[in-house]
């Protein structure tokens, strides 16, 4: 069975290019285009792995990487933060979130699908 992975980003392009290189490795894929969008996205159903940008309108990505990580289903689903903030405090603000690692936009997508593969549960 495929593994789900949920997209959180308010570019559309980008959830698409994210998207083809997931389903291109056999990913199952869920788009969200900001925070609030995916915490609805969360009903309960297995999501193995989240990829959220930082910056987004309405709810941006350490809100709800916070946010997610109250809901007992997905209090240990792995986060990668996918953004173009490089800066340490943005980071270690994400680390205190939840999330595990960190891809820096523009990203190629060997380097994420390398990050996903090594926090996907089996």
């Known amino acids: 069975m495929a593994k789900t992975i949920l997209v959180v980003d308010d570019s559309a392009s980008l959830r698409q290019v994210v998207g083809i290189a997931l389903k291109g490795a056999g990913y199952e ?3 969200a285009c900001d925070g609030k ?4 996205k969360l009903d309960g159903k297995k999501i193995h792995l989240i990829i959220s940008d930082v ?3 309405n709810m941006d990505g350490l809100t709800f990487v916070a946010e997610s990580k109250k809901l007992p289903a997905y209090k240990f689903t792995p986060v990668i933060m996918l953004t173009t903030e490089s800066g340490e ?3 270690s603000a994400g680390q205190a979130a939840g999330a595990k690692a960190w891809v820096i936009k523009p990203f190629q997508p060997a380097q994420m699908l390398a990050a996903v593969s090594k926090l996907i549960m089996p």
Request: charged share 30%.
């Open 89 to 91: 405090s943005k980071k």
């Open 29 to 31: 894929v869920i788009e």
């Open 55 to 57: 910056n987004m309108p």
């Open 37 to 40: 969008d995916a915490l609805t």
